[in-house]
């Protein structure tokens, strides 16, 4: 498989503190990715890093993107080129609606006027696939959204922009059973749909169980300690990662 994104020995500081050390990782076309390791480990520092978040400045090495270097394009750039990165902690917006709010995404993204009836019918198909109520749609971007429904709404996003790499950053916690299921269902469409590629951040197997790992790595104190197949994800929930740690 070709490489999809490329990062090589990337060190990121934010306010002057520095947080990852020397990254390298490598996520090939069509592949899926399981990203580890203890809270605070700068997991979702790297996948802000990845996709360009200003809050977060690289002092060394670079990012590749589908053979183009993007170590200091714009966040928006980035997503234009097909990166999407769902929030750990979605936002509000109070004054956006959700279709809205897609929809202008999508047109950005695309650079294309998308026709209204198109895109109902696109939001309703997506919105059914994950059991989301429509009425969801004219409602403010998140605003009074339980945790549950805000994941969706970021699964939602996934399947409307259909990204060439996909970031999810612990999509799946909170999330009760049934959710986690309809949240996979909705990783594996956008993966079968569009032959996309996967950085899933996770700490639970459940969201995994459905879906098949490619490589996992494990993040320590802003280093990858160790990488391996889809069993490392189920050796950390047996062992911890005490044994993976970072020697600083
Ligand atoms: P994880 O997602 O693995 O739990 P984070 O990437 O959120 O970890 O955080 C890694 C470390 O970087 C933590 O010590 C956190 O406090 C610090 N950190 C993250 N973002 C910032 C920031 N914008 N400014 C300063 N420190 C930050
Ligand atoms: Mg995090």
Redesign the pocket.
């Known amino acids: 498989m070709s490489q999809l994104l490329t990062i090589t020995d990337l060190s990121v500081s934010?306010?002057d503190?520095p947080?990852l050390h020397g990254v390298s990782l490598n996520i090939e076309h069509g592949s899926t990715h399981v990203l580890m390791?203890?809270?605070?480990?700068?997991?979702?520092?790297?996948?802000?890093a990845i996709m360009g978040s200003p809050?977060?400045t690289v002092t060394g090495g670079k990012i590749e993107f589908d053979g183009a270097d993007i170590t200091n394009e714009s966040a928006y750039e980035r997503a234009k080129r097909g990166i999407f990165l769902s929030f750990?902690n979605p936002v509000e917006i109070p004054g956006i609606t959700l279709s809205e709010f897609l929809r202008n995404s999508l047109e950005q993204i695309s650079g294309k006027h998308m026709k209204l009836w198109d895109f109902k019918k696109m939001l309703k198909a997506a919105m059914e696939l994950l059991n989301m109520d429509s009425s969801y749609a004219d409602r403010d971007l998140n605003v009074g959204f339980s945790g549950g429904e805000k994941k969706k709404a970021e699964i939602l996003q996934l399947l409307m922009l259909e990204p060439k790499l996909a970031i999810l950053?612990?999509t799946d916690s909170g999330l009760d059973v049934d959710a986690v299921k309809t949240v996979s269902q909705g990783i594996n469409e956008y993966k079968s749909r569009t032959g996309g590629s996967l950085l899933i951040?996770t700490h639970n197997t459940k969201i995994l169980e459905s879906l098949a790992v490619d490589k996992t790595h494990i993040?320590s104190a802003?280093k990858i300690v160790s990488e391996g197949g889809a069993e490392l994800v189920y050796d950390v929930i047996e062992n911890g990662f005490d044994r993976y740690n970072s020697k600083e």
């Open positions: 934010a306010e503190k947080l390791g203890h809270n605070g480990a700068g997991k979702s520092t790297l996948g802000l809050e977060y750990q950053d612990e951040i993040l802003g």
